[in-house]
């Protein structure tokens, strides 16, 4: 998908301040205590996830989260299909005061073995 340059400049700013996980980590993090966000639209979520993942789409992140996660040491790791969403809702999340926000390197697509 061909996105526009300020928002790719911005992506690219979250993902230089927010740490990523490789995908092949994602299970065991998970079983470690981690949680899995997707925050795609519904209709993404729908399609395909992560199993046992929290969804809340990136319009309502900031909105919603602390209700989810109230807990502000949770490790999270966000996914999108790619990188973008996942990298910016990390930073929203850090900014947040979520320490341990994260974001899955290549989201569900790397994940799932297509990246």
């Known amino acids: 998908m061909q996105y526009t340059s300020k928002f790719q400049a911005m992506a690219d700013a979250a993902r230089a301040q927010v740490a990523d996980v490789p995908a092949s980590e994602v299970d065991s993090l998970i079983a470690a205590g981690a949680v899995a966000l997707d925050i795609r639209d519904k209709e993404e979520h729908d399609a395909d996830h992560i199993a046992g993942s ?4 990136r319009g309502k992140l900031e ?14 790791l966000c996914y ?3 990188n973008n969403r996942g990298a910016l809702s990390a930073a929203s999340l850090q900014a947040m ?19």
């Open 54 to 57: 929290l969804h809340v789409s």
């Open 80 to 82: 999108c299909n790619a």
């Open 97 to 115: 005061g979520y320490r341990n926000a994260r974001f899955i390197a290549g989201g569900l697509n790397a994940y799932r073995g297509k990246a």
């Open 63 to 76: 909105m919603n989260i602390e209700d989810m996660l109230p807990d502000l040491e949770t490790t999270i």
